[in-house]
């Protein structure tokens, strides 16, 4: 069972992953993104925050994988926020513990 996570919940430090009940399928365009549970929707259209969230299990933190995107500094917020936003969609979810 996931809980939803308010904007204040988010700590991108931590490590966050796609949620399993979540499907991406690449699509020109960027990526369609299916929640089984909520049968909501979704569509990413910034090929950019597609592969950042392909890589976020990949990474310590949130805050690591956008690093590692190369995405530069001055850009970093806008991609902060569209994580925030998958997170409070529980699209993205913390990485359990192991």
Do not use: C
Not at 3 to 15: G, I
Not at 34 to 48: C, E, Q
Not at 50 to 61: C, E, G, I, T
């Amino acid at each position: 069972m996931t809980t939803a996570v308010t904007m204040d919940d988010v700590d991108l430090s931590a490590a966050w992953t796609l949620n399993p009940s979540v499907a991406l399928r690449p699509e020109p365009f960027g990526a369609l993104l299916y929640h089984f549970g909520t049968r909501k929707l979704s569509f990413l259209k910034n090929l950019i925050v597609v592969d950042l969230v392909r890589s976020l299990a990949d990474h310590p933190s949130a805050h690591a994988a956008l690093d590692a995107s190369g995405i530069g500094a001055a850009d970093q917020p806008m991609y902060l926020d569209a994580l925030r936003s998958l997170a409070r969609s529980e699209t993205i979810v913390p990485t359990p513990a192991p």
